[in-house]
């Protein structure tokens, strides 16, 4: 290990402020992939004058599941005020920021081989807890505090980046449902139309476990589709190359979730489109997707509208079987009924949808390229030197 390499717990202290005059309103919880976000607990009748306050500039984690998600949920509040989180949480600060910089040591902690060493460091419970004077016992590299800044400061620029595309990315998309609600709205020559005049929907296969990673094929399942309507890349798995054909998918197809997942995860229903740079590799989708067969000389940018317009989604709402699991059939989505032009004018008018479509699938291809650039500075930290 190299002679910069520090003991944690010498830098940081726990902070034990409990909520006792309610004065920090939300609650948060800490997601997997280190950042804060709204907490789904009830807390009804909950006494909250026993959660923990955050302030700016201190972290929070959970060290409750590390060997059961292999991942450790902490995070850095930028919050200018304060916000709670669960009493089983910790909360600590570091002791001289003129030492070592919050952000810097954020970033230590958002490297998988982070989340890999502190797995390693987890107990022999079910779930693996990480205890606390194991997780200060890790050791981190510690360069001077002008080599921080400036590694904080080139990570920062390509993190911006990223953030910027992606409003970017959500201008757009907005962008084109409003351009296409217009069209539809301000054209009085409309007809009835039934979706299953313009695509057939499609299942997927029961894959057998055993033949995950066995090959070079992608399986394309739940984990695939977000709830807000984007292809997450993140969900598919190697799987063996003995698969039905009649299973494939394409660049630019459409795939539909077939079950809600959760309640906080709204996603029965909602499309995705496969984003071009994937047309090498060969796909598939499991038995909880559909995906879109177009039976019509309307781009699938157009159709993808269509699947992501306020009334289809009502329509979903209406059709979901089940209780415990919601289901979407494929009949249910193809009896949907929408007010719209004729297709020859739909037609005429798609080219300016394709074009907001492609600008969004180019940002996203190159925010990949960003995040690979993001993820070999992380990588780069376990070699800096002074």
């Known amino acids: 290990m190299q002679s910069n390499y520090k003991t944690l717990g010498d830098f940081i202290q726990p902070i034990k402020v409990k909520n006792s005059d309610l004065s920090a309103k939300e609650l948060l919880g800490i997601n997997v992939d280190k950042f804060f976000m709204p907490s789904v607990a009830n807390i009804v009748g909950t006494d909250l004058s026993n959660y923990k306050v955050v302030n700016k500039n201190q972290f929070a984690c959970n060290r409750m599941h590390v060997g059961r998600d292999y991942r450790i949920p902490i995070a850095l509040s930028d919050r200018e005020e304060p916000f709670m989180v669960s009493p089983a949480y910790d909360v600590f600060e570091i002791i001289d920021t003129s030492i070592l910089h919050p952000d810097y040591l954020m970033m230590w902690f958002s490297r998988k081989e982070y989340d890999r060493n502190a797995w390693f460091y987890t107990d022999a419970d079910v779930r693996g807890g990480l205890a606390w004077d194991a997780f200060c016992n890790m050791k981190f590299p510690l360069p001077s505090p002008g080599k921080q800044r400036e590694i904080v400061a080139e990570y920062n620029t390509v993190k911006d980046r990223i953030e910027l595309n992606n409003q970017l990315i959500q201008k757009l998309e907005e ?29 997927g296969f029961s894959y057998n476990s055993e033949d995950l990673g066995k090959g070079k094929t992608y399986l394309l ?66 038995s909880n997707l559909y995906r879109v067969v177009n039976k019509t000389i309307l781009s699938n940018e157009i159709l993808y509208q269509i699947l992501k317009s306020k009334n289809y989604q009502e329509h979903i709402k209406l059709h979901t079987k089940g209780t415990t699991v919601g289901m979407i059939t494929k009949d249910a989505i193809e009896d949907y009924i929408f007010e719209a032009p004729s297709i020859s004018l739909l037609y005429n008018f798609q080219e300016i949808i394709n074009k907001i479509i492609d600008n969004v699938f180019l940002k996203r291809t190159e925010n990949q390229k960003l995040t690979e650039l993001k993820d070999l500075l992380l990588s780069k930290l376990a070699t800096i030197e002074n």
């Open 175 to 203: 962008t084109a449902q409003a351009i296409f609600n217009s069209f539809l709205d301000n054209n009085e020559e409309k007809e009835n139309h039934r979706l299953g005049d313009l695509m057939e929907i499609k299942g």
């Open 221 to 286: 399942g739940m984990g695939c589709v977000s709830f807000t309507d984007r292809y997450v890349e993140e969900g598919m798995r190697l799987y063996s190359d003995n698969v039905p054909e009649q299973h494939k998918v394409n660049a630019k197809d459409i795939i539909i979730a077939t079950r809600q997942q959760s309640e906080n995860m709204p996603i029965l229903g909602c499309p995705a489109m496969i984003p071009p740079n994937l047309n090498a590799k060969k796909l598939v989708i499991a």
